[in-house]
């Protein structure tokens, strides 16, 4: 009986979805929501009974087109029988008004309906009665929800050969309903290669297209990698794995020596170069961290090692690694010493979060902490699976040169965003320092590795290249390198990370740092660095006092920066990239700056707090602040509101705690975010800094000039002309033009010619192997493309001549060219993707400012909380900045003076 209940209700469901469609879109929310609810009625006979009853009424309401009020409204909390809330004569009418409305369902036979003409009249007493069996209406259902999920992204690693069976079970997956504890998310949040057999389209709460999932976010957790459509676990026996660790350690101690050698032969980089400049961007800030991150790199390139062996000797697929099918754990192998470390978590809960992020998940402590894998939306594309860079799907010919696509797609044309500031992309490049931060490899001793001739004419021949080369070909007739004779740019691949489930498998690249926003880029993110940047007094972090103007401490490394002469001032912070823009400076500055103002307070107003206390109690409210900012602020105009509503990305309000905290979540970085999706910011950047007097413009900055040489920091008024220029001036429009500032001069460090940013970016997706951009389209729910007209008919041509198949176009480029989605600077692509990032990182994060007492051990009090979602860019600003120019602050700082919001 119970299940004949809920078979009826789940069928009535479906239609009344599908007929929601019909609805106008405003409507439709509701009414979704109404769905939701009744199908949690499932715990006993009369409440099933209850909700077959709504479902009918709701499927007669919208058949007739005309909802009743009270359906109009939320649900209540407590659902009772229909009739206790409805006038009857409500319900007759709707009854009645149904009548002869019900063609496209093809219900009931003619002669039925004869017989049932008299019954029409009068409401049945249990709605069940009169339940129409639809026919064509189940086809014309299917065919309005076909599946056009990402489901058949891995069709091909099903068996081939599908049973009837198997013919029937996936039509039965096109409903519109999620069931067995599955929950609608959107698309990028449900990738296919996790539950294949379960994919199904449906709505989310905010009446987006979306689609069933059980993982809803924690798909990249191991143990939600069960099952894999049909495919089988492969296991080995302990012989093999002690001769594919025996191989690999070998292999290690080969790759050991001739790094010797090439480090004797002198094939490293020197600062005074643009690709030396490129590398300060990876140096580590410690001896501890880079002994520490070559360590890693090489368990995990041992058991990529490994992996590749096993590939090779039982003949196994590129899609059976892809899939995560080598499942078997080596901890207790001689491969288990490669394997990750698990975290020391102290029993209970700690007040703060960790400088190394780790313990913020009890169930899985490393999540999100510094030196791990970054997550995946998708498996990786290999060449073999595990590591090559992938090929073209065209007879597997090698990819065009990310040089040559750059220069043929990649324009310096300038197309002005007339809403937004510079800010933006000042922000946003700050905020992603403090998420993601590979690392090239190095040598051991932490120089640099050198893949091209001295002369930059040739690659290093094949006997004298470091495994981890992989330098651009720069074509003969290149518009720009050809003049300075120009054949080989600099490319070092990124450093991998011990896979945390200590299984064989494909390799994963490492994020340095911590993956939360946690300030990580102001505090580092080790216990080490942050000691390097604490004065140990008062809570404070330390300074350099420049005249009076507290500036963040100057480097000691002697070759932090470029031609760091006496006087010249290289900053030191959290992260290590800092001194690679001028206005990245003056955003640590400020925010250096806030940590010590809120520190000074709290000591006045707390004088018997320790140091200690101070720091951490300081440095919690500064990653408030920033997590205000961030998703009040700059989200919305990065992805939209309509983004931030469906990925439920909105800070609560007031007083109010969040609970949304869900420990399935993983809350690291994708690789897709970090080595694509959010390099949307390059697009952004305006080569030229015009700096404002007070009367009149006082210089225009090209950036190269300031790129590693920060001293203009010094001048009395520059950091505020600085911000006024970032408060004011307008944002480059995220399209496929980059500034020449990037692409040819970037970091030319007083050469002629620097080097190109839009090839890096194309040649580190490939690196990381990110998948073509179609797939992601296809993940995100968009149509493949099938030609590149589709994705812009102005640069069709073009695209065709670097890419001989739509399917082969990198994600980074066709992210770009893809047309804006409504209310975002970014396409469909980057926006889901970047949004399931800060959905990640917000719900994933268990020490989010916002969370509840019950969540978060250092939660803060509600009239804090009203406090801190009062933080805004601007007031930063205002309350850090010099005072030399600044007198006024427009609310946001992210908008350009007169655009509303
Ligand atoms: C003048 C401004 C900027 C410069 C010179 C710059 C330069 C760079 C460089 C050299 C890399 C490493 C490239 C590689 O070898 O893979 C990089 C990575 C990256 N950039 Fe930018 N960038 C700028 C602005 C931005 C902005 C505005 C954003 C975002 C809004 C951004 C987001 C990123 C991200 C996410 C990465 C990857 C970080 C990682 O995981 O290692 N950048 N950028």
Known sequence: MASDLNEQFQYNLMLAKALVQLMPATDRQHIRIWFDVLAELDQTQQEMAIRNEYIWFILLMLQNNRIEEYFKELPPRKILPLRDVLE??????????????????????????????????VAPENFLNSQPLPKEGVICYFGAFSDQSPSNFF??????????????????????????????????QCPAHVRIETKKMCKTAVGSDGVCCFTGQNHTTPEDRHPRGRQHLVRMNPQTINLIARHSQDKINEYKVKETVLLADGHLLFPGSPSYDHFRNFKLLTKTDLSEVLDLASRAMEIALATRDFKNRQGLTNQQIELGMLQQDLSATPLGIACAAKPHCPLYPVKYRRIDGACNNAANPAWGSGMTPYARLLPPSYEDG???????????????????????????????????????????????????????????????????????????????????????????????????????????????????????GYAQQMNKITHFIDGSAIYGSTPEQTGRLRSFEKGLLRVFNDFGRHMLPLSPEPDECLNRKQNLACYMSGDSRTNQMISLVTLHTIFLREHNRLANELSKLNSHWTDEEVFLEARQIVVAELQVITYKEFLPIVIGNAAMEQFDLSLSSGTEYSHDYDESIEPSATNEFAAAAFRFGHSTVDGLLKIYGKKRMDEMIFIPETMFQPSRMRKFFFMDELLSTLTTEPIQQVDHNLDEALTRYMFRAGNPFGIDLASLNIQRGRDHGLRPYNDYRELVGLPRLKHFEELSPELSEKLRKVYASVNDIDLWVGGLLEEKAPGSIVGYTFRDIIADQFYRLKKGDKYFFENSPRINPGSF???????????????????????????????SAFKKPGVEG
């Open 386 to 504: 595990i590591w090559l860079p992938r090929v073209s799907e065209h007879e597997g010919q090698a990819l065009a040169s990310p040089r040559l696509i750059s220069s043929t797609i990649i324009s310096d044309g300038s197309a002005v965003n007339h809403e937004h500031t510079l800010m933006v992309m000042q922000f946003g490049q700050f905020l992603s320092h403090d998420i993601t931060q590979s690392i090239e490899f190095s040598f051991a001793n932490g120089s640099a590795i050198s893949c091209c001739s001295d002369d930059g004419r040739a690659k290093l021949h094949h006997e004298e290249r470091h495994y981890a080369c992989m330098a651009i070909d720069i074509p003969h007739k290149d518009p720009f390198y050809n003049q300075f004779n120009q054949k080989c740019m600099n490319f070092v691949r990124s450093v991998l990370a011990p896979r945390q489930d200590c299984t064989l």
């Open 155 to 188: 069709q091909g690693t099903q068996n081939n050969t599908l049973l009837e069976d198997d013919l029937i079970s996936n039509a039965s997956k096109h409903s519109d309903f999620c069931i067995d504890k599955s929950h609608c998310v959107p698309f990028v």
């Open 88 to 121: 009857q004569k409500i319900i007759d009418d709707v009854l009645i008004a149904s009548d002869n409305n019900m063609s496209w369902l093809d219900t009931v036979s003619d002669e039925e309906k004869e017989k049932n003409l008299e019954k029409k009249k």
């Open 861 to 891: 009090a509600p009239e804090q909380l009203l406090e801190l979602r009062k933080a805004s860019m601007s007031r930063l600003i205002c309350d850090n900045s010099d005072g030399t120019l600044l007198g006024r602050q427009a609310p």
